[in-house]
């Protein structure tokens, strides 16, 4: 059971966000309730009061993001009170990348390695945010202390050992992955998943990236690791799976370390909850 309130005690209209004929959109990954307006043109993200930091700061990332010639939606309204907080954001008009059939996917797909890398080239000191190796690992060993992973976001062989033992083996890693790091940071995404690129479903363009809560400097692998990984869901088996990982690698311009790869892929599942 949750004591969180409902989708319905956190409309925006409840929390303030003035008129319109809003929504549900149930795609969403957070836990956060996300609206769309009739026509289509809004989208309203609402979460209660305890969790009004977080989506304030996704507030100030979007702001940030569309002044850096990167596309993405624009911040039109924002309320926070005692009953919640609710960010309106523009409408990037299109699809969710997960919701395309493989072979427009694959047609996209240079173009998805373009965006990222354009995004990955904004230049890191203009960037204010931090979504640093040793930010995440503060992050997830909180969850983990809390014993609040997911089991449902870790890879299923990963979901019969306990999360602090999960843990422990990332940590013995940091040391070089901090190294890493530190020699190529970049302006991450942060939570570089499918359904948040946006394409135009007609031309297969990158309309935009949603979903800007965790975007700030980091190795440019945390979003590799969960872009690559999320298109292997759409991706038809694994040996075409392999092939875009390699597509990508080539239009993006880098030869993929696997190792780090998956070091960031396992670590992101124990920073939520
Ligand atoms: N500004 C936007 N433009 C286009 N689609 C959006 C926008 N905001 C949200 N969406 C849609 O709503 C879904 C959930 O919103 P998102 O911000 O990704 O929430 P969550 O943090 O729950 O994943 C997205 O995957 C997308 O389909
Ligand atoms: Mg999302």
Same mark, same amino acid.
């Given at each position: ?12 209209v409840?929390?303030?966000?003035? $008129?319109?004929?809003?929504?549900? =959109?149930? #795609?969403?990954?957070?836990? &956060? @309730?996300?609206? +769309?307006? /009739? !026509? %289509?043109? *809004? ?22 993001l ?10 039109l ?16 008009? $299109?699809?969710?990348?997960?919701? =395309?059939? #493989?072979?427009?996917?694959? &047609? @996209?797909?240079? +173009?998805? /390695? !373009? %965006?990222? *890398?354009?995004?990955?080239?904004v ?45 422990d ?13 530190? @020699? ?7 939570d ?31 979003d590799?690791?969960?872009l ?46």
């Open positions: 059971m949750s004591d969180r309130p409902g989708p319905r005690a956190m409309s925006p409840l929390l303030g966000a003035g $008129g319109g004929d809003w929504s549900p =959109v149930t #795609a969403g990954e957070s836990g &956060a @309730a996300v609206f +769309r307006d /009739a !026509d %289509a043109t *809004r989208y309203a993200k609402c979460v209660p009061a305890a969790d009004a930091a977080g989506l304030r700061a996704e507030r100030d990332r979007v702001a940030w569309n002044d850096q010639g990167v596309p993405g939606p624009r911040v309204d924002w309320h926070s009170g005692d009953t919640g907080a609710c960010l309106v954001t523009s409408a990037v008009p $299109g699809v969710s990348a997960d919701q =395309v059939p #493989a072979e427009d996917l694959r &047609a @996209a797909w240079e +173009r998805i /390695a !373009d %965006a990222v *890398r354009r995004l990955h080239e230049p890191v000191p203009r960037c204010p945010f931090r979504r640093d190796l040793d930010a995440m690992v503060a992050l997830a060993r909180d969850v983990v202390a809390r014993d609040a992973v997911k089991a449902e976001f870790l890879p299923v062989e990963q979901r019969h050992t306990p999360p602090g033992e999960l843990l083996r990332l940590v013995r890693q940091v040391p070089r992955r901090r190294e890493q790091e530190t @020699a190529d940071t970049v302006v991450c995404h942060g570089l998943c499918l359904p948040n690129i946006i394409l135009d479903p007609r031309t297969l363009d990158v309309s935009g990236f949603i979903d800007l809560g965790r975007l700030g400097r980091a190795d440019r692998y945390a590799l690791a969960l690559l990984t999320s298109a292997r869901e759409t991706w038809e088996d694994e040996e075409r799976g392999r092939a875009a990982d390699t597509a990508f690698a080539e239009r993006y311009g880098i030869v993929l370390d696997h190792d780090r790869l998956r070091f960031h892929l396992h670590l992101d599942p124990l920073t939520w909850g």
